[in-house]
């Protein structure tokens, strides 16, 4: 760690965790990140095992990752996080992904709300330990752009399906993480030989479970610029999304 309010996290683009390009894929990137965004509030007295003692945890509500390269095939690489602002109901948290040679390759924002876990409503984070959350705020400069607003106009759903076992994580609802997956496969492989994804944006709105069916609205809305809206079982909104190729 370069100082107490800073994590640094090493890792390696393990050969399973990647493409057939031999890059790391976006949602193992997106794992690690969450990863770090746990290990970090754990080391400073706010991670999750610490919050469900009091029946709290952490959702993550946004998420924008811009990348300039993605790790390669057996590539050490790391990731630093940091907590940009603390809010009463949100924190942002920011973090930056290293080569090998310690140069950043990419960054990422994300937004976090601390929720009841049996109301599940927003807490006030400037109560969790005296608001102590508030002594690990940092300056430390994110140079991508916050997540935007996103619209979807289309009507008709491009891919319809059926959550299953593996989409669930442990809280019992579809993990994060599996909506990332879900949205890359909406583009045939064809698109990942000649392009990359340069940014890649998540706004969750809601919690979709076991069995729902989730129907996927794809728009381009300018050059390899896509926004994406998830909805389930036909009406409710559960994720928005922005893909940016190049």
Known sequence: MSDNKVGTYKFVAEPFHCDFTGKLTMSVLGNHLLNCAG???????????????????????????????????????????WVENVYRLFTDRNFAILDHEGNAVGYARSVWAMISMETRKPADLLTLHGGSITDYVCDKDCPISKPGRIKVTEKTPLVEYRTKYS???????????????????????????EKRVKRFEM????????????????????????????????????????????
Request: net charge negative; hydrophobic share 40%; glycine share 6%.
């Open 167 to 193: 989409d669930i994580d442990i809280n019992g609802h579809v993990n994060s993480i599996k909506y990332i997956e879900h949205i890359l496969d909406l583009f045939p492989i064809e698109v990942f030989k």
């Open 39 to 81: 290990f970090h509030a754990a080391d400073r007295g706010f991670g999750i095992a610490t919050l469900n003692e009091n029946h709290y945890t952490w959702v993550l509500s946004r998420l924008a990752i811009e990348l300039e390269e993605m790790p390669c095939e057996y590539e050490s690489f790391s990731i630093q996080t």
């Open 203 to 246: 706004a969750y709105v809601a919690e979709s479970y076991y069995g729902d069916t989730l129907s996927f609205y794809r728009e381009e809305v300018g050059e390899g610029e896509y926004d994406i809206e998830v909805r389930k079982n036909g009406t409710e909104v559960v994720v928005r999304s922005k893909v940016i190729l190049i």
